[in-house]
C-alpha cells in the first residue's frame, strides 16, 4: 500500500550491508505519472531498512515504467521511488515469505499539483493507498472519550446503525480488525463501542482476500468488506482501559469496563459490561451458529444447504439476541488474548465470552392476506419474557514451519441455556369486517443447545514458482434440546357467528443432532507467467438427526399420550463429492478467471416412525467466471458470475406437521430438490486523491430455479396450511451508488447516495401461483463539517419509495414514502464544556393499507464537562427521547401477506455517567519516516 509525500527524507547508505539470506522474495511493480498516465523511465526505486533507512536494494524503471528488485528476505521495510519535479513516493512495505509481490501501480505526483492543491505530508484526511481507503482519524473530530463507532459515523461513505451495524460504501462490513488481528473474534461491537476514537491512527476500509488467494497468490474473486483500526503506536505498549458508569431516571443503568493490555505484539484484553439501555453490550453479528468454519474464506459454496443451524428449533423460535424489539437487560464479560513469538513464526489467538440477557415485550401486529378473491384481516398482541445464559468461545494456534508452509489449527464452540414465554391472543376478520377466529395461546420452553467445531488447514508452497497444495478439515458438532408446553383455544365463526372451539394442550420435546465432517484439497498449478490452474476436491458427510414428539394429557392428566400427527423421528444424510477446476488470467491490469465445479449428492432420508427409507441422487454445479480491469490504482472496475446447489434444510424436509400456531400449520415436504441460484455482480470504483473524490458502485442480479419457496391454503375459517415447497421466477435486482466529494473552499465533507431493491417472488397461494413485486427505493445526502475545538456536525437526509403488489389480487397493492432524517452536533465550549444534540426524524404518511400515521422524532442531548489531564475524565448529563415519542415500529410485505408491527421500546429517561479514559502507554517503537 503506497502514498505519494512532499517531505524531505534521509537515509545512510551501507557500505557494506550483509546479503540478503535465500530464499529472497521477488518485488515488482510499475511507475507511471498519476495524471497523465503515461509510464515513467529511470526513476529511482529503493528498498530501505525501516529501523536504521539503510538500503537494501536499489534499480531503476526501465523503458515501460517497469522495476524488479530480487531477494529481498523477509522482514519490514520503506520503499521509496523517486523522479526529478515528482514529489518522493513512500510506504511500509512488509515482506512474509518468497512469495512474488506484485504492487499496484504506483502513480507519482507532479510537486507543482501537490502544492497547488496545498496537500501535506501526513495530514490528509483521506487518502488511497493501492485497494485501500485510509482515513486519517484525527482529521474527523470526536468528543473526548468518544468511541470508535461515534469516530465511524463521521466518515464519508460509511454508516452505522442504531443495532451497531456498519455499512461502507453500500456494502455491509464484516470484519472489524485492530492491527489486522481479530478482536474478540467476530463480534465488531466490542471493538466499534468499547475501543476510543483518540487511539486509532488510521481508519482503513478494503475487501479482503480470501486465505486461499493470499496464500496462492492468485485472485480468486473472494472479497469481504473489511475495515481495519491502525493504532497509535504511542497505544501499543502498556494498558489502557475505560471505565463508565451511569445511573438514569426510572431505573435505567449503563456500567461498562474494558482494559487492555498491549506488549509489543501481546494483546490482553478483559470487559464487562451490565445494561438495559439496549445501546450497549448487545452485538449485531454474533453468531447463534457457532457450527460455521473460521476458515470462511476458503471457498465452501458447495457445502452451502449442509451446515445446520444447530441453535435454534422451531418450537424455540427466540435467537437467543436483542433486536431491537422489546426491553433488554444484558450482564456480559470477556476475556481476548492475542500473541506472536518467534520471529511471526508461531502465533495465537483467543476469546471467552459469557453473556446474560432477559428481554421483555409486548407488540401489536396488523397484517392483511390477500387471496385470489377475498381477503383476511388479522389482530394480534403477544407479551413474551426471554432469557439466555450464553457461553462462547473460540481460539486459533498458527505456525510456520519455513517460509513455504503453514499449519493453523482453529477451533470453537458453545452452549446455550433458553427460558422462553409468550402469550398470544388474535382475531382474524372477513373483508366484511365479520369474525372469523379467535385465538388465545401460551407457549413456555426451555432449552439447551451446544456446539463443539474445528478446523484444520496446511498450506505448502512448492519449488515452482505459484505451484501450491492445501489440505483443510474441518468438523462441526451440535447438540441441541428443547422441552415445552403449548396450550391453545380457537373459536370459528360463520359470518361472526359462532360454530365450534378448538383446544390444544399439549408438552413439546424435540432433540436434535447434527454432525459434520468435510475435507478439502487445493492444488494450483501455474501454466505460464500470467495464468493459472486452480483444482480442488472435497469430500463432505453431514449427518442430522431430528427427534420432535407432541404428547396430549392422558386420564390421569399426565402428559405420555403420543400425538402421532405432530410426532416424528426422522434421520437425514447426506454425502457429496465435489470436484472443480477454475483457470485465472492475470496481466498488468487484466484479471480473467473462469470455471466450474461438479458435486455428486446423495440423500438418506429415514422415516424412523413410519420405518421407511429413501434414497435419493442429485448432480450439482458450480459455475463461476470475473472479469475486473484496473484502469489505476485509484480506480477499477470488476463484474462476477457465481452459480451453487442450496440443499432444503432438515427442518424443511422432515415429514411432520407443526402446530406449535394451531392457525398456521406447518407441513415438512420430504421431497424437496436442491435449488439453483445464479448471481451476477458489478463494482466499480473511482477515487481521486488531490479532490478527494469517490464514487462507488455496485449491483447484483440474483435468479433462482427451484427455488424453495411456500405454499399455503388457507381455508374459511382462516387456517393456513404451509409447505415449502420448490417454484421458478424468482429473481431480484439490487444496486447502489454514492458520490463523495470535499468543498474544499467550505471545508465540508459532501456525499450524494442512491439505492435500490427489486425483487420478485413466487408462491402458491389456494393452488394458485403468485408472484409478488416488492420494490423499493432510496435517494438521500450527506453533510459533516468540523471546526477544530469549536464544532463539528453533520446531517444524513433520506426518502424511501415502496412499492409492493400480488398478481393472485391486482386489486390490492401497497405504495408509500417515508423519510428519515439524521443530524449530529457538538459544540465544545469554553471550561472544557461540551454539548451533544443528534436526532432522528422519521416520516411515514399514512397509506391505504397502513391507516396509521406513525411519525415521531427521537431527540438526544447530553451536557458534558472534561476534567483532569488529557481530559481522561468525562462527566455528563444526557437525555433520551426527550419528547418522549420513541415508537417500536416496522412494516412488511411479503408474498400475499402485508403486516403492521409495534413493540416495546425504551423510551424517555435521564442518566448521569462518568467515563474514566485511563493510560499508561510505554515508549512507542522509533519512527524513522
Known amino acids: ?85 515528482y514529489a518522493d513516493y513512500v510506504d511500509d512495505l512488509e515482506i512474509k515469505d518468497s512469495l512474488p509481490h506484485t504492487l499496484p501501480p504506483i502513480g507519482l505526483v507532479l510537486k507543482s499539483k501537490l502544492l497547488e492543491a496545498v496537500v501535506v505530508s501526513g495530514n490528509k484526511a483521506i487518502r488511497m493507498k493501492g485497494d485501500t481507503l485510509e482515513f486519517k482519524a484525527d482529521s474527523f473530530h470526536t468528543q473526548a472519550g468518544a468511541t470508535v463507532e461515534e469516530l465511524l459515523k463521521k466518515l464519508p461513505g460509511i454508516q452505522v446503525d442504531s443495532k ?70 504511542n497505544k501499543k505498549n502498556g494498558y489502557f482501559g475505560k471505565l463508565s458508569a451511569g445511573q438514569g431516571s426510572d431505573g435505567f443503568y449503563d456500567y461498562e469496563a474494558m482494559i487492555n493490555y498491549f506488549r509489543k505484539k501481546e494483546k490482553i484484553a478483559v470487559y464487562g459490561i451490565t445494561s438495559n439501555t439496549g445501546k450497549t453490550g448487545l452485538n449485531w453479528q454474533e453468531r447463534d451458529n457457532y457450527g460455521q468454519s473460521m476458515a470462511g474464506n476458503f471457498d465452501y459454496d458447495e457445502l452451502n444447504g449442509y451446515t445446520f443451524n444447530g441453535l435454534n428449533n422451531d418450537f424455540e423460535s427466540w435467537d437467543g439476541r436483542y433486536n431491537g424489539q422489546g426491553l433488554p437487560s444484558v450482564k456480559t464479560g470477556g476475556l481476548h488474548y492475542n500473541n506472536k513469538w518467534d520471529d511471526d513464526r508461531q502465533s495465537v489467538n483467543g476469546n471467552y465470552k459469557v453473556m446474560q440477557l432477559d428481554v421483555h415485550n409486548f407488540s401489536t401486529t396488523n397484517s392483511k392476506n390477500i387471496l385470489p ?79 463443539v467445531n ?123 463429492n465435489t470436484g472443480g477446476l477454475n483457470y485465472t488470467f492475470l496481466k498488468k491490469k487484466w484479471r480473467v478467471a473462469a470455471g466450474s465445479g461438479i458435486g455428486f449428492t446423495r440423500f438418506d432420508q429415514r422415516d424412523i416412525h413410519a420405518d421407511t427409507n429413501t434414497q435419493r441422487r442429485f448432480v450439482n454445479w458450480y459455475p463461476n467466471a470475473s472479469l475486473s480491469y ?93 409447505q415449502t415447497v420448490n417454484v421458478d421466477g424468482n429473481h431480484s435486482l439490487n444496486g447502489y451508488l454514492s458520490y463523495d466529494r470535499k468543498l474544499k473552499k467550505l471545508g465540508m465533507y459532501t456525499g450524494l447516495f442512491a439505492n435500490f431493491n427489486l ?17 423499493s427505493y432510496t435517494f438521500g445526502f450527506s453533510l459533516y463539517k468540523s471546526k477544530d475545538k469549536k464544532y463539528d456536525a453533520s446531517i444524513r437526509p433520506s426518502a424511501t419509495y415502496t412499492d409492493s403488489r400480488s398478481s393472485i389480487n391486482t386489486q390490492t397493492s401497497t405504495k408509500y414514502w417515508t423519510y428519515t432524517i439524521h443530524p449530529d452536533l457538538n459544540i465544545y465550549l469554553p471550561l472544557k464544556f461540551y454539548v451533544h444534540a443528534d436526532a ?5 404518511p399514512k397509506t391505504a393499507v397502513f391507516t396509521n400515521n406513525l411519525n415521531n422524532t427521537l431527540l438526544n442531548a447530553s451536557l458534558g464537562k472534561k476534567f483532569l489531564k488529557n481530559d481522561a475524565l468525562v462527566i455528563s448529563l444526557s437525555g433520551n427521547d426527550l419528547l418522549n415519542q420513541n415508537i417500536g415500529f416496522n412494516r412488511n410485505t411479503y408474498s400475499n401477506f402485508i403486516s403492521q408491527n409495534t413493540f416495546s421500546t425504551i423510551k424517555r429517561y435521564f442518566m448521569l455517567t462518568a467515563v474514566w479514559n485511563f493510560t499508561k502507554a510505554g515508549t512507542p517503537a522509533p519512527n524513522n519516516r
Not at 425483487?759 to 420494490?775: D, E, Q, R, V, Y
Open 840 to 844: 432522528d426524524v422519521n416520516l411515514r
Open 454 to 576: 474445528s478446523d484444520l488447514l496446511w498450506k505448502k508452497r512448492m519449488a515452482k514458482k505459484g505451484r501450491t497444495l492445501s489440505v483443510n478439515i474441518r468438523e462441526n458438532y451440535s447438540n441441541n434440546t428443547s422441552t415445552g408446553v403449548l396450550g391453545s383455544t380457537t373459536t370459528f365463526y360463520d359470518q361472526g357467528t359462532f360454530t365450534r372451539d378448538s383446544i390444544v394442550d399439549q408438552h413439546k420435546d424435540f432433540h436434535t443432532e447434527n454432525v459434520l465432517f468435510d475435507t478439502k484439497i487445493t492444488y494450483t498449478e501455474p501454466l505460464s507467467k500470467v495464468s493459472f490452474l486452480t483444482a480442488t476436491y472435497s469430500l463432505s458427510v453431514n449427518n442430522s438427526h431430528s427427534n420432535r414428539n407432541s404428547y396430549n394429557r392422558d386420564a390421569g392428566g399426565k402428559y405420555t399420550s403420543l400425538d402421532s400427527l405432530y410426532s416424528n423421528d426422522y434421520q437425514f444424510n447426506v454425502l457429496t
Open 759 to 775: 425483487n420478485a417472488n413466487s408462491s402458491i397461494i389456494n393452488n394458485l401461483k403468485n408472484t409478488t413485486n416488492s420494490n
Open 164 to 233: 451497531g451495524q456498519i455499512t461502507a460504501q453500500g456494502q455491509t462490513v464484516k470484519k472489524v480488525l485492530v492491527d489486522g488481528e481479530e478482536f474478540f473474534g467476530d463480534d465488531p461491537t466490542l471493538v466499534t463501542q468499547n475501543l476510543r476514537a483518540d487511539m486509532v491512527d488510521k481508519v482503513q476500509v478494503y475487501d479482503k482476500k480470501s486465505e486461499q488467494a493470499n496464500f496462492t497468490g492468485i485472485d480468486d474473486g473472494q472479497r469481504d468488506k473489511t475495515i481495519n483500526l491502525k493504532l497509535k503506536d
Open 630 to 722: 484496473a484502469f489505476s490504482a485509484q480506480k477499477n472496475i470488476e463484474v462476477r458470475y457465481n452459480g451453487s446447489m442450496n440443499q432444503p434444510s432438515l427442518n424443511q424436509i422432515q415429514p411432520i406437521r407443526t402446530n406449535d400456531d394451531p392457525l398456521n400449520i406447518i407441513v415438512g415436504n420430504p421431497g424437496l430438490k436442491p435449488e439453483f441460484r445464479h448471481r451476477i455482480n458489478f463494482f466499480y470504483r473511482d477515487y481521486k486523491l488531490l479532490s478527494e473524490r469517490g464514487i462507488w458502485m455496485n449491483a447484483s442480479y440474483n435468479f433462482t430455479q427451484n427455488a424453495l419457496s411456500n405454499s399455503s391454503n388457507i381455508d374459511t375459517s382462516g387456517k393456513r396450511t404451509s
Open 373 to 451: 378473491d377475498s381477503f383476511y384481516f388479522n389482530n394480534q398482541n403477544q407479551r413474551s419474557f426471554d432469557h439466555i445464559l450464553r457461553h462462547t468461545t473460540d481460539g486459533s494456534y498458527e505456525i510456520k514451519f519455513d517460509s513455504t508452509s503453514t499449519l493453523k489449527l482453529m477451533a470453537n464452540g458453545g452452549m446455550d441455556h433458553k427460558d422462553t414465554y409468550n402469550n398470544f391472543t388474535s382475531e382474524a376478520l372477513a373483508s366484511d369486517s365479520s369474525l372469523v377466529n379467535r385465538n388465545t395461546r401460551t407457549i413456555s420452553t426451555i432449552g439447551d443447545n451446544r456446539a
Open 1 to 85: 500500500m503506497i502514498v505519494a509525500v512532499f517531505l524531505p527524507f534521509h537515509y545512510a547508505i551501507s557500505q557494506s550491508a550483509p546479503p540478503p539470506k535465500p530464499p529472497g522474495a521477488l518485488v515488482k511493480g510499475m511507475v507511471t505519472d498519476s495524471t497523465e498516465k503515461k509510464n515513467l523511465s529511470g526513476g529511482s526505486v529503493l528498498i530501505l531498512q525501516k529501523t536504521d533507512s539503510i538500503i537494501i536494494k536499489h534499480t531503476r524503471t526501465d523503458k515501460t515504467g517497469n522495476f524488479q528488485l530480487k531477494d529481498i528476505p523477509p522482514g519490514h521495510y520503506l520503499l521509496l521511488v523517486t523522479y526529478p519535479s
